[in-house]
């Protein structure tokens, strides 16, 4: 795109922007500089405080009873969750780019609700209408279902806007050939369409995960925060810090950590690989 | 077609269900009494101390991050280096962590055991259960915005328009102010509005980092949260609308940047919840 | 004066795109730098503007050593192949954008941008944004932005090879107008060996990073220093060691002295000229350039046993 000479060379030229009143080299000391002040510090000190006592009280903290209650209710609760929306997340990601409606992209503004409504008020918003005072009686306030119900709001988007730009990029003409070979709608979409948007799905379900597993404003409402019955590992973290423990809290801290980043260069690779192609 | 209806169904009869239904009702309860207790419930001094100390750490967090958002983009976009890639990923770290550790790892890092606390002060300078420890935690959880829009669009726009001007005369400054920055601006400002409402709606960091103190550490979200848990539920609703509606003028803004930034000739901007093809992976493509 | 490079490389990872070039190009002529892709004709044209840096080798600019300049500096005029436009502003903004940034006086930068829009025929063009422009248009306003700092030179970088065949033709015979007018030192790169020998004064023809050989449009197809500038600036039969022009066969239906027998193969005709396809004893395939009126008045036909003269065989010893 760029009138650049000779095929091969990819290097930027030396003249034309170097950083405004800088160099690279200040320029990288500065981003350095601010990453590590607002972001690696801090991160370092829960890693450093998860140690303090040692490996054996890292193990103690993360092995209590109540610990490993709440790493097992957000995992397995999440699990539910991205399950839930990669299936509906897809729909709407269907119906949002192949059907023809009025109001789509008022529609298509609205998935984004969750990520510019604050936690809080999308847990008192979901409370409101299924909590104690609910209207309509449905009352699954203190509850697992609470849960589900709250991540799956806050990670509604995540597949959808995964899935979107691959359903709007594909090429139309593969479907017709499937069809004109004689396949029926579900299975073209089971071995056309599908196959194709899977990238998007995985990803999409990677992010929620993560997204998920460290969710805290939604549910602290809603789910009554009940050691061992509806407690999620963020509002475990909290408690122990309000109590006092905050090496305990660093060591579950560290291991939800692992796994979020674990899962942040899986989806990385994804991305990179898609690229590729 | 069946299945069209089908499909139609399940996708708005769950987004009724999961998002336009509690979100109408929230309006519902708050409106129930009329508008005399809600806006009481908002011009209480402590309701009015929550909404300007969050309006104060999005004037803060939001230009902070922007200066650092476009000159990091150009950093990555415009100079070749192998640790891009790892710039790349700390950006990207925001993402990945729940806000209760973001907020814990303030704590311990200013904190009278921690690194910077004891130093700080005897400075006088008080981080932690105070104003300073709240904007450290709004920058942290918003990092990532300006970045990761400004990058794509400087990507697409090329370096052409920037060594023209460079011929013509102009300096690194005079390039960027009158070339670069004019060619990105729809891409930054659809990242400066996604980094506002993160900031507006910080809520895990911000409640371990400042101690929840009424009327002096509170901000909006804060103050729903402890208005509700203290059964003044006009307070909490009022202060949820409040906020709801701020969220819903981010989404007009984002819907509106977003055709803007596709006119001036870009692809859509990267959404926040999607992957954005990291700095490393695009290095290989091109 | 004019432009001197000398000993100049350059070096993008493992592939050398300048090596070891020198040119001269005389104050106030119109050169092109013609050659195929990756002949390092660019990369020679961007380190004279500045915006890339050689790894060895001066740049003088004028008699005066430009090499540590920077591009800002220099005070040439860049046209890039795809415009460079500024797409923000309007084409009065972008071609005042040189004289804002030397912060000329408002009435004067009025007046100059008017003038060069005149001169580059925009005029009344000024208030519209690039892109309401055609690909000629956008080039003219890159160019008129180019000379309105009054550079000491132009540097064309491909500059018509986004456009369609007809407005490349045009702006060719344009721009050697407007070079008569304006005498700036000019050099453009291509690699249409015919618009460089319509447009150029001087050619300079490059190969894998090195000057094959300079000179004007009829030195260079008259007398080439190697096989590969005169295959390159017109078309070739290889005869053995020799090279012959097509237009050089000529066709005899009898024997003559020197004259070699040849089968003709297929005859098209192209306009006015035509191409006669033969194969030669030994296998070799050759062709002719014959007008129509030698072709009537030979009578050939495909299969036709006929003799072939070379006119002008040129040869050159294998380099060492």
């Known amino acids: ?277 | 077609m069946t299945a069209k209806w089908g499909l139609r169904g399940l996708a708005f009869g769950y987004l009724g269900l999961l998002l336009l239904a509690p979100v109408a009702m929230i309006f519902y309860k708050t409106f129930e009494h009329g508008l005399g207790p809600p806006v009481d419930a908002m011009t209480s001094p402590d309701a009015l101390h929550a909404i300007w100390l969050t309006l104060l750490m999005v004037a803060v967090a939001v230009p902070l991050n922007t200066v650092f958002g476009v000159g990091c983009a150009l950093l990555l976009v415009r100079h070749r280096w192998s640790g891009n890639a790892v710039i790349d990923g700390i950006i990207n770290l925001p993402f990945a962590i729940s806000p209760i550790v973001i907020g814990l790892s303030l704590y311990l890092l200013y904190g009278t055991g921690g690194w910077f606390g004891p130093t700080l002060s005897e400075w006088g300078v008080k981080v932690l259960f105070s104003t300073p420890g709240m904007i450290l935690a709004s920058i942290f959880v918003s990092l990532p915005f300006v970045v990761r829009e400004t990058v794509p669009v400087l990507q697409e726009i090329g370096t052409e328009q920037e060594q023209a001007a460079s011929t013509l005369g102009a300096s690194a400054w005079q390039t960027f102010w009158r070339v670069t920055l004019p060619a990105i601006r729809w891409g930054v400002a659809y990242g400066v509005v996604l980094t506002t409402a993160r900031v507006l709606g910080e809520f895990g960091a911000v409640t371990i980092v400042s101690g929840s103190i009424s009327g002096q550490t509170e901000t909006l979200p804060l103050f729903v949260a402890r208005a509700f848990e203290n059964f003044d539920e006009q307070g909490a609703y009022a202060g949820a609308i409040v906020l709801a509606l701020l969220a819903l003028t981010t989404l007009l803004l984002m819907s509106v940047g977003g055709r803007k930034a596709k006119a001036s000739g870009g692809s859509t901007p990267v959404g926040p919840g999607e992957v954005a093809i990291s700095m490393s992976s695009a290095k290989e493509v091109s | 004066m004019g432009i001197a490079v000398e000993g100049a490389r350059k070096r993008f990872g493992d592939f050398q795109a300048l090596d070891d070039v020198s040119i001269d190009v005389p104050d106030g002529s119109l050169t092109a730098l013609l050659g195929p892709s990756g002949s390092g004709k660019s990369t020679l044209l961007r380190a004279i503007a500045g915006l890339e840096a050689l790894d060895a080798g001066q740049v003088a600019i004028n008699g005066r050593d430009a090499t540590a300049t920077p591009a800002q500096k220099r005070e040439v005029g860049f046209v890039f192949q795809h415009y460079a436009a500024f797409k923000h502003m309007t084409v009065f903004g972008n071609v005042a954008f040189g004289l804002k940034i030397r912060k000329w006086a408002k009435p004067q930068i009025g007046d100059r941008v008017h003038e060069l829009l005149r001169l580059v025929q925009l005029d009344g063009l000024a208030e519209r944004y690039p892109d309401q422009l055609s690909g000629g248009q956008r080039q003219r306003m890159a160019l008129a932005r180019a000379l309105a700092v009054e550079p000491q030179v132009l540097l064309l970088d491909e500059p018509f090879g986004a456009l369609d065949a007809k407005v490349r033709k045009d702006l060719r015979t344009w721009l050697r107008r407007l070079h008569d007018e304006m005498h700036v030192t000019t050099i453009f790169v291509t690699h249409d060996q015919e618009e460089a020998m319509d447009v150029a004064e001087q050619l300079v023809v490059m190969n894998e990073g090195r000057v094959e050989q300079s000179g004007s449009a009829d030195d260079l197809y008259d007398h080439p220093a190697n096989e590969f500038v005169m295959s390159f600036v017109g078309e070739v039969n290889r005869l053995g060691e020799h090279f012959v022009r097509p237009h050089d066969m000529t066709v005899l239906l009898d024997p003559d002295e020197g004259s070699e027998q040849a089968m003709v193969q297929r005859i098209v005709a192209l306009g006015f000229e035509v191409r006669v396809e033969f194969v030669l004893a030994d296998g070799t395939e050759v062709w002719a350039q014959v007008t129509r009126a030698e072709l009537q008045k030979l009578e050939l036909r495909e299969g036709q046993i006929v003799h072939l003269r070379a006119g002008q065989r040129k040869s050159f010893s294998v380099a060492a």
């Open chain 1, 1 to 277: 795109m760029e009138g650049h000479p000779a095929t091969i060379s990819t290097a930027p030229p030396r003249a034309g922007l170097r950083l405004p009143g800088v160099g690279a080299g200040l320029g990288r000391g500065l981003v350095g500089l601010y990453l590590s002040l607002i972001v690696l510090l801090p991160l370092a000190a829960v890693l450093d405080e998860s140690l303090s006592g040692g490996l054996g009280a890292f193990w103690d903290s993360v092995s209590g009873a109540q610990s490993v209650a709440a790493l097992k209710l957000t995992v397995i609760s999440s699990l539910i969750v991205v399950a839930i929306n990669a299936f509906f997340g897809t729909i709407i990601a269907w119906v949002l780019v192949r059907d023809e409606l009025p109001g789509k992209g008022a529609v298509n503004a609205l998935i984004d609700l969750p990520f510019a409504l604050p936690t809080i008020v999308a847990g008192l918003t979901l409370l409101t209408l299924y909590g104690a005072e609910s209207p309509i009686g449905l009352d699954i306030a203190f509850t697992r279902v609470a849960i589900v119900v709250a991540l799956c709001f806050v990670t509604l988007p995540f597949v959808t806007r995964a899935v979107q730009p691959l359903l709007m990029e594909m090429d139309r003409e593969m479907e017709d050939a499937a069809t004109s070979l004689g396949a029926g709608g579900f299975t073209v979409f089971r071995r056309i369409i599908f196959p194709n948007l899977l990238p998007g799905i995985l990803a999409g379900v990677l992010l929620a995960f993560a997204r998920a597993l460290g969710e805290y404003g939604s549910l602290i409402l809603i789910s009554g925060n009940i050691p061992f019955k509806t407690e999620v590992s963020s509002v475990f973290i909290r408690s122990q810090i309000e109590s006092g423990d905050v090496s305990g809290a660093a060591a579950v801290s560290v291991v939800l950590l692992a796994i979020s980043l674990a899962l942040l260069v899986a989806v990385s690779l994804f991305a990179r690989r898609g690229a590729r192609k």
